[in-house]
């Protein structure tokens, strides 16, 4: 274009303008990007084959790189370990599709590391890994152990471990200890008006765990349900001599013992279903107070010497009726399970109003020498609160052992047995076989 100066505009460009000398196109794809390469750092796969690797955090790089493998059909199969680079901007990557993990080596260089030589199966020119060398810490239990300590472990040190331990140390204790006859024979009423407070259980398995400490033990069950006749073995049906013949028929109380068939030495006075009626008929009776008294006196002097008995243990019914004043008045001592509970805390100041009655009008020699908790839960602080309240009114009467609620106190009964007998090492038997101990050591 010619202007008014004379001046002709240039055409405008429309080729691409000459490259400079040595000038390369750049090659742009989608799944490759020019980046800086890395500085490059140990990688080991999970199979633990060492490769160095410096395009670890370029995911893309790696994924050409795998894609570049996966095209190559001379390679090693894909399922060997090996290691593989491919040419990113000069970088070498680890094939994502293969697992592996990435680990922060210290420098060649560092001499606290230890070099690991290839083994057979590698292929030679492989990289080699280094590692730093792992020094085994001391096992503390072998150092004591050289030393002459005990060290108690993580795993012994559990609660159970613990509970394991305090049971067998107690077994140990009580089986240790000797138990003596008595100078004369001691008898024991277990009494308490409230029901379902353990005294029959407490009967039948203090009787059997005395028995088991080689003394001669009787049981007389005034108890018109009979449990106690049931959980010793005793047959108590309504053809058996029971202890209703010797109350209300004056029968000796000699010729209606039966001999427990698991436990030797322990002897049973049985209750049938016609002691259920004994109250009305003792009523019009002389000395309905005393009629057990006269033949627990009599049988102490039928049976003197090595034949006599060492204590004898009278059940009573959950009442304050003539069977169980009878029970008292035959008694020396009176002893007086107590269920860990509230309500056996109020039923064991009436008892004791009526323990006092019979020793002023009917037996001076009566007290109460014994109380054991029973049913004691240690989970609950109510168990805690009702034992620490018995002993501190009852010091000197309430037993160091205590009962604990126990299945296999409860499933005995069913197979006509003591828990003595139907599962010896159980938590409860130990704790009943405790409680005789003290109790024949208070003589």
């Not at 795993?155 to 140390?169: F, G, H, I, N, W």
């Not at 006075?269 to 003792?282: N, Q, R, S, V, Y």
């Not at 409860?410 to 197979?415: F, I, N, Q």
Request: with cysteine; proline share 9%; hydrophobic share 40%.
């Amino acid at each position: 274009m010619t202007s008014a100066t004379g001046w002709i505009a240039p055409a405008p460009r429309t080729q691409a303008s000459p490259k400079p000398v040595g000038w390369q196109e750049p090659v742009v794809t989608a799944d490759v990007r020019q980046v800086p390469a890395p500085a490059a750092r140990p990688v080991v796969l999970a199979d633990g084959v060492a490769a160095e690797s410096a395009a670890v955090d370029a995911p893309d790089a790696s994924a050409a790189a795998a894609g570049s493998a996966a095209d190559d059909p001379g390679g090693e199969p894909a399922g060997e370990a090996r290691t593989e680079q491919a040419s990113v901007g000069g970088s070498t990557a680890v094939p994502p599709n293969r697992p592996w993990v990435d680990v922060l080596m210290p420098s060649r260089t560092d001499p606290n590391t230890e070099r690991i030589d290839p083994q057979p199966d590698e292929q030679p020119g492989r990289p080699v890994t280094e590692r730093p060398s792992v020094m085994a810490e001391p096992d503390p239990a072998a150092a004591a152990d050289a030393a002459g300590q005990v060290t108690v472990s993580r795993e012994t040190d559990a609660p159970l471990a613990r509970q394991l331990r305090d049971q067998a140390e107690r077994r140990r204790v009580v089986a240790a200890t000797e138990v003596s006859r008595p100078d004369r024979p001691r008898v024991l009423t277990v009494a308490n008006q409230k029901g379902g407070v353990g005294k029959t259980t407490t009967t039948v398995n203090i009787a059997a765990a005395l028995a088991a400490k080689g003394l001669r033990v009787l049981v007389v069950d005034i108890d018109p349900q009979g449990n106690a006749s049931t959980a010793l073995g005793i047959p108590h049906h309504a053809e058996v001599p029971s202890i209703y013949d010797v109350l209300v028929e004056d029968r000796s109380l000699d010729s209606v013992l039966q001999e427990c068939p698991d436990v030797p030495g322990l002897w049973c006075a049985p209750a049938t279903i016609d002691l259920a009626g004994a109250e009305i008929e003792l009523v019009s009776l002389v000395a309905r107070e005393s009629r057990l008294a006269r033949a627990v006196q009599q049988l102490m002097s039928d049976r003197a010497g090595e034949d006599r008995f060492d204590y004898v243990l009278i059940d009573c019914p959950p009442s304050l009726g003539l069977l169980t004043v009878n029970a008292f008045v035959a008694a020396t001592e009176v002893f007086i399970p107590i269920q860990c509970e509230y309500y056996a805390l109020e039923g064991l100041s009436q008892l004791l109003r009526n323990v006092d009655l019979i020793r002023k009008h009917l037996n001076p020699a009566l007290s109460v020498s014994t109380i054991l908790l029973t049913m004691y839960d240690a989970r609950t602080r109510l168990s805690a609160q009702v034992a620490d309240e018995v002993r501190s009114h009852f010091p000197d009467q309430v037993l160091k052992a205590r009962i604990p609620r126990s299945v296999r106190i409860s499933e005995a009964p069913s197979h006509a047995q003591t828990v003595m007998t139907y599962d010896p090492t159980s938590s409860g038997a130990l704790s009943y076989l405790e409680a005789a101990t003290e109790l024949a050591r208070r003589a």
